[in-house]
């Protein structure tokens, strides 16, 4: 059975930096084609993909973020970290990690978490 | 960075048939877009129906289908169930192993 969970602060202050932990179970970051994305929801918003780290430790980010986003993968804790630097109050939303698969001609988010609610005040 | 385009709201009644469309501002959506259909339901976390254009995970209703038409991805929900009322998201791979989501589907049955 495939899980994964989000956990991190619920609240930060403008300009801090954000670290949240994706853990998840019923699979292994080292097996070819996994892959742990990360993606947000702005209150009343569209989902906005964030970052993705792959099996073999390949990692990639949304172009208009990159240079505020780091992911690494712990793979012996089975866990997904993703920062964000210098938050602002337009990043406050509900962040979600999802298991991605690619092996193929297949790609997909197959299973998500139920989503941690960040919220940007000071 | 690329657009993923969809209709902001759609209404079906109950028993009908719907097609979301999901279109890509740098040209046709095809199969290397592996466009991926994801439902959120009020409150809940996303769900994810049909990837790769049309194919569909173990949970995914037979009344959903996934297809290519006319230069977009297409999700077509058939006799249409008052809980399929939702949000639907459609996304795209593009070059760069970038991923983008459309603006999303509020789908409304009455």
């Known amino acids: 059975q495939v899980t994964l969970r989000e956990s991190g602060p619920a609240l930060v202050k403008p300009t801090q930096t954000l670290t949240l932990t994706c853990t998840f179970s019923?699979?292994?970051?080292?097996?070819?084609?996994?892959?742990v994305s990360w993606i947000r929801q702005s209150p009343g918003k569209a989902l906005e993909w964030l970052a993705r780290?792959?099996?073999?430790?390949?990692?990639s980010y949304r172009t208009s973020l990159r240079t505020r986003l780091s992911i690494f993968k712990d793979t012996s804790k089975n866990q997904v970290v993703l920062t964000v630097t210098n938050m602002d109050p337009l990043d406050t939303g509900t962040y979600y990690c999802?298991?991605?698969?690619?092996?193929?001609?297949?790609?997909?988010?197959?299973?998500w978490g139920q989503g941690t609610l960040v919220r940007v005040s000071s | 960075q690329p657009v993923v385009i969809q209709e902001p709201s759609l209404t079906v009644s109950p028993g009908g048939t719907v097609t979301l469309t999901c279109a890509s501002s740098?040209?046709?959506?095809?199969?290397?877009?592996?466009a991926n259909w994801v439902q959120q339901q009020p409150g809940q976390p996303p769900r994810t129906l049909i990837y790769?254009?049309?194919d569909k995970h173990s949970w995914t209703p037979a009344r959903f289908s996934g297809s290519l038409l006319g230069g977009k991805a297409a999700l077509t929900l058939s006799n249409v169930q008052p809980e399929d009322e939702a949000d639907y998201y459609c996304?795209?791979?593009?070059?760069?192993?970038?991923?983008?989501f459309g603006g999303g589907t509020k789908l409304t049955v009455l």
């Open positions: 019923g699979f292994s970051l080292t097996t070819s084609g996994m892959c």
């Open positions: 999802a298991r991605m698969r690619m092996l193929g001609a297949t790609r997909t988010f197959d299973y």
């Open positions: 780290v792959d099996w073999d430790d390949d990692k």
């Open positions: 996304l795209l791979y593009f070059g760069g192993a970038q991923v983008i």
């Open positions: 740098t040209g046709p959506v095809t199969g290397g877009s592996y």
């Open positions: 790769s254009t049309n």
